[in-house]
């Protein structure tokens, strides 16, 4: 995809969503960190259900320690993998207590540091929580990266850095929200809906697929 291209396929985007979000719900940046450290191999939907009563209670690390694992396990038994990401959680917190005043720092290397954080959470709390230009790239961006030929890679760091490389200005900052949200409702998986796409002609992917039988193409 040419630069041009890429910067048409981004405002198209921005002009059906001009202020994207992550669905995952939060009311603090220890909370946003807590949220995506959960959301790993589960749906915001998931995570969503699990963490409302749960953020009721905790809005520190200094809670959710307070808590502890058991108490903690209780509110997400529903969300894969509850027992590792429990534990991690409970770590993750008592470091953040203990090395940073109870703060989330702003500094991808010293979130990757911490318990459960892999560089697509670090990424996603840089982003969300301190407006960093970060892609945080998913099961979706990955796909859309490589099947649009907006960034084509075979791993998840090779796609980020396609990313990182390509995206211009002002997309920046909102790029892996459009992204997520591109593949997650529209270039779905396994049947992408390329007949409601807006950014169709602008994509590497053939053959296009035609809208159901009884619905129009919106593009």
């Known amino acids: 995809m040419k630069r041009e291209q890429i910067f048409e396929f981004?405002?198209?985007?921005?002009?059906?969503n001009p202020s994207p979000e992550t669905e995952l719900e939060f009311g603090n940046t220890y909370q946003l960190l807590v949220a995506v450290t959960l959301s790993a191999q589960a749906t915001d939907v998931g995570v969503n259900k699990a963490t409302r009563r749960l953020f009721e209670l905790v809005k520190t690390p200094a809670d959710m320690v307070a808590l502890g694992e058991a108490g903690l396990k209780e509110h997400i038994k529903t969300i894969g993998l509850f027992n590792t990401k429990a534990k991690n959680v409970i770590a993750l917190s008592g470091i953040l207590v203990r090395d940073y005043g109870g703060e989330v720092p702003a500094d991808r290397d010293a979130l990757t540091e911490l318990p459960g954080v892999g560089?697509?959470?670090?990424?996603?709390?840089?982003?969300c929580?301190?407006?960093?230009?970060?892609?945080?790239?998913?099961?979706?961006?990955?796909?859309?990266?490589?099947?649009?030929?907006?960034?084509?890679?075979k791993t998840v760091l090779a796609v980020e850095k396609a990313l990182e490389k390509?995206?211009?200005?002002?997309?920046?900052?909102?790029?892996?929200?459009?992204?997520?949200?591109?593949g997650r409702y529209i270039c779905k998986a396994r049947t992408p809906e390329c007949w409601r796409c807006p950014v169709a002609d602008l994509c590497a992917?053939?053959?296009?697929?035609?809208?159901?039988?009884?619905?129009a193409a919106t593009v």
């Open 205 to 215: 992917f053939r053959p296009k697929t035609p809208a159901p039988k009884g619905k």
């Open 10 to 16: 981004f405002r198209r985007l921005a002009e059906d």
């Open 166 to 182: 390509k995206v211009p200005q002002p997309f920046r900052v909102g790029a892996h929200h459009w992204l997520i949200l591109h």
């Open 119 to 127: 560089r697509k959470t670090a990424n996603v709390v840089m982003n």
């Open 129 to 153: 929580a301190f407006g960093a230009e970060t892609f945080a790239v998913d099961t979706h961006i990955f796909r859309v990266g490589n099947r649009t030929g907006l960034a084509k890679g």
